[in-house]
Antibody, heavy 117, light 107 residues
């Protein structure tokens, strides 16, 4: 069974950092690009960042560029999101998602990040 | 960035109804259009990719059509489990932007 499990969320003060992880199983991880998508409470979906299978191509939303860094470890079947200089507007449920056929084919259950003093 | 709009923002329908949701892109995206379903407290689920291709395991009452800038998602006969929020997404260019969503609830 294809599975994505996010972790690392929590309550953090503005300006601080947090690192999210996503553990993948049930598929050949290094065959696929992976993305992070977030959803603020009661709001819609916002793409955050994506990384190609070999980390050769990386993209970020303008809202997080320069503050967030995506990475992956294919040997560990894991995806990461390093989030620095966090702001209140970064408060959201963060999903990792497998990218296939130009769509987010599989999603994790999400990890909640709350930025508040 | 390509902007995506959806209409209506919400609708009320009955079981058995035919439901159509419209999505429009701010520029041509060919057929790079996906549809997702999200139920409360759950992760989104891919229903349709490439405008009209049904994702594996998705019931055939769901269908998608369109190309260029205008797209539709149709549910041919609404079932109780279909009450949810539906999002379109363009995958033509980065960032892959989502529409604001259409909430389908029970009449």
């Amino acid at each position: 069974e294809v599975q994505l499990v996010e972790s690392g969320g929590g309550l953090v003060q503005p300006g601080r950092s947090l690192r999210l992880s996503c553990a993948a199983s049930g598929f050949t991880f290094d065959d696929y690009a992976m993305h992070w998508v977030r959803q603020a409470p009661g709001k819609g979906l916002e793409w955050v960042s994506g990384i190609s299978w070999n980390s050769g191509s990386i993209g970020y939303a303008d809202s997080v560029k320069g503050r967030f860094t995506i990475s992956r470890d294919n040997a560990k079947n894991s995806l990461y999101l390093q989030m620095n200089s966090l702001r209140a507007e970064d408060t959201a449920l963060y999903y990792c998602a497998k990218w296939k056929d130009s769509g987010h084919e599989t999603w994790g259950q999400g990890t909640l990040v709350t930025v508040s003093s | 960035d390509i902007q995506m709009t959806q209409s209506p923002s919400s609708l009320s329908a009955s079981v058995g109804d035919r439901v159509t949701i419209t999505c429009r892109a701010s520029q041509s995206i060919s057929s790079y259009l996906n549809w997702y379903q999200q139920k409360p407290g759950k992760a989104p689920k891919l229903l349709i990719y490439a405008a009209s291709s049904l994702q594996s395991g998705v019931p055939s009452r769901f269908s998608g059509s369109g190309s260029g800038t205008d797209f539709t998602l149709t549910i041919s006969s609404l079932q109780p489990e279909d009450f949810a929020t539906y999002y379109c997404q363009q995958s033509y260019s980065t960032p892959p932007t989502f529409g604001p969503g259409t909430k389908v609830d029970i009449k």
